[in-house]
Each structure stands twice: as structure tokens, then as C-alpha cells.
């Protein structure tokens, strides 16, 4: 959010938001999971067999509703993807909120490194956020 600001761009409600962080973790402990880091569907593909590949990663631990927010943020994924994730490990309670914490994120992100295209997107989440 700096450096969005730095950059030109005012998020209204930035200041609500971050006092408003500690309501999106309530009873939601994850234990830090690796993570891929930026797995959007142009990092993942499949060989003739249906063996899946991921690749160019910027891995940490974190959250595991980070990677799998982010595999929604820009689309590409099939919807048994989801359901085979949500039965081999249900999301916890709050994800579609934390969803878009975590997105929004990823939206700023490109606002300063591709520009203004991504502001009103970044301040509909918000919104949302604060609804």
C-alpha cells in the first residue's frame, strides 16, 4: 500500500483495513505450509500423461490459502482442481473473506509494477473488505 501510495494512488479506507486485519484471523491458526508464491495458471501445466508440473516459484511459508487465493485472482484453474483441494483439505472458515485480503495483495502488486489499470480493482476489494 506505500508504495501504491509512493506511486499516485490513495486507497481509500487503506487505514480502516489494517486495524481491521486481526477480524480476518480469528479462530484461523494455520500451520505455515510451503508455498509456491505465485501460482497463477501460466506457472502450472500438465504433460500427455496428466502429470502436473508447477514451475518458476518464489516459495516461503505461509498460509495455504495464499497460493490457492491467488490460482483465483487471475482464473485458469478448473473446477475439480477446487474440489479435489476441498476434499482432501477443506478450506477453513472465513476463506472468502481472507480471499480477497490475500488478492488484494497481488493487485497491488501489479498496480506498481503495471500501472494504474489495476486502481479500481484494488479499491473494489477494499470495499469489499470493509463491508
Not at 516461503?60 to 484453474?77: K, V
Not at 498496480?111 to 477494499?126: K, R
Request: proline letters at 5%; a negative charge; glycine letters at 8%.
Amino acid at each position: 500500500i506505500n508504495m501504491a501510495r509512493y506511486n499516485g494512488f490513495i486507497l481509500n479506507g487503506a487505514d480502516r483495513l489494517f486495524q481491521s486485519l486481526p477480524g480476518y484471523f480469528e479462530n484461523h491458526s494455520p500451520w505455515p505450509s510451503l508455498l509456491h508464491g505465485d501460482l497463477w495458471s501460466g506457472n502450472a501445466a500438465f504433460d500427455q500423461n496428466g502429470q502436473a508440473f508447477i514451475f518458476d516459484p518464489c516459495c516461503y511459508f505461509g498460509d495455504r490459502e495464499t497460493d490457492l487465493a491467488f490460482t483465483e485472482f487471475f482464473g485458469g484453474y478448473p473446477s475439480c482442481f477446487y474440489a479435489s483441494y476441498q476434499d482432501t483439505l477443506p478450506y477453513d472458515s472465513g476463506y472468502d473473506k481472507r480471499k480477497t485480503l490475500y488478492n488484494l495483495y497481488h493487485c497491488l502488486n501489479h498496480y506498481n509494477l503495471f500501472g494504474s489499470s489495476y486502481a479500481a480493482q484494488a479499491q473494489a476489494m477494499t470495499d469489499e473488505l470493509l463491508s
